[in-house]
């Protein structure tokens, strides 16, 4: 997200509000996060860094696919 946003801001990413809201336990290396696949929809929160502001925070619902992989579909 953070190369498709004009921003200076930073961008962290979680798997919760909670988290998100207390910047803990965020998803260190968001291009390499899986999905289980049992999980049919799955909310990430990211919160933007803003400086000398106030942060927001985004949810983003991620809807999986178990053949997403699959040539044919």
Do not use: H, K, W
């Not at 921003?7 to 998100?20: G, L, V």
């Not at 207390?22 to 968001?30: D, G, H, S, W």
């Amino acid at each position: 997200m953070q190369s498709q946003v004009n921003s200076t801001n930073t961008f962290q990413y979680f798997t919760t509000q909670q988290n998100a809201e207390a910047l803990t336990n965020p998803i260190t290396n968001p291009s390499a996060f899986t999905v289980n696949v049992q999980s049919t929809i799955i909310t990430i929160y990211i919160r933007e860094i803003i400086a000398n502001g106030c942060d927001m925070i985004y949810s983003v619902n991620l809807r999986t696919f178990p053949n997403c992989n699959n040539a044919s579909v």
